[in-house]
């Protein structure tokens, strides 16, 4: 009689280990740095001068850019918050969502600041752009997706059950 085993997940750590906890301290430092947007975001003196017609641009602009980096912050602490729990299950899934998950960032910080840099141009305001979030992004992307996609301990650990 011949059965055939599945291979046992190996366990969490090394370089695998430091690569979660890498992401886990990016996702903690996105919320804690999420703290003034939202104030600001949630201000509503600040957002009725928002929805006056004669409302500069660069208020606008400003607000605008302050949102799409709220969603996008809100998007990688969420994301971390799902992947963390495909990482406690050691599901199978969890190497193609987390690259899914960087890519998506990397774009999502992309659209952020093409836009931003489209409306500072079009009220013809100079206001700086904040780079660091996009670099962060295409760091992380740069040096996650392919760990993530060609690692052997990752392909090991995360096996279908």
Same mark, same amino acid.
């Given at each position: 009689?011949?059965?055939?085993?599945?291979?046992?997940?190996?366990?969490?750590?090394?370089? =695998?280990?430091?690569? =979660?906890?890498?992401?886990?301290?990016?996702?903690?430092?996105?919320?804690?740095?999420?703290?003034?947007?939202?104030?600001?975001? =949630?201000?509503?003196?600040?957002?009725?001068?928002?929805?006056?017609?004669?409302?500069?641009?660069?208020?606008?602009?400003?607000?605008?850019?302050?949102?799409?980096?709220?969603?996008?912050?809100?998007?990688?602490?969420?994301?971390?918050?799902? =992947?963390?729990?495909? &990482?406690?299950?050691?599901?199978?899934?969890?190497?193609?969502?987390?690259?899914?998950?960087?890519? &998506?960032?990397?774009?999502?910080?992309?659209?952020?600041?093409?836009?931003?840099?489209?409306?500072?141009?079009?009220?013809?305001?100079?206001?700086?752009?904040?780079?660091?979030?996009?670099?962060? &992004?295409?760091?992380?992307? &740069?040096?996650?997706?392919?760990?993530?996609?060609?690692?052997?301990?990752?392909?090991?650990?995360?096996?279908?059950?």
């Amino acid at each position: 009689m011949n059965t055939t085993s599945k291979p046992e997940p190996r366990q969490i750590s090394g370089w =695998l280990l430091i690569a =979660l906890i890498c992401l886990a301290a990016w996702a903690f430092s996105t919320a804690v740095a999420l703290r003034d947007p939202l104030k600001l975001m =949630l201000e509503w003196e600040l957002l009725a001068v928002f929805v006056r017609p004669e409302t500069h641009g660069w208020y606008r602009t400003v607000i605008a850019m302050v949102g799409c980096d709220v969603i996008i912050g809100s998007f990688i602490v969420a994301g971390a918050g799902w =992947l963390a729990l495909l &990482a406690r299950r050691k599901s199978a899934r969890f190497p193609v969502q987390v690259q899914a998950w960087l890519l &998506a960032i990397v774009i999502m910080r992309t659209v952020a600041y093409l836009l931003g840099d489209h409306m500072t141009h079009a009220i013809g305001v100079d206001i700086t752009i904040p780079f660091d979030g996009f670099v962060q &992004a295409v760091v992380a992307a &740069a040096l996650g997706i392919p760990y993530f996609r060609l690692s052997r301990r990752v392909q090991q650990t995360f096996v279908a059950p």
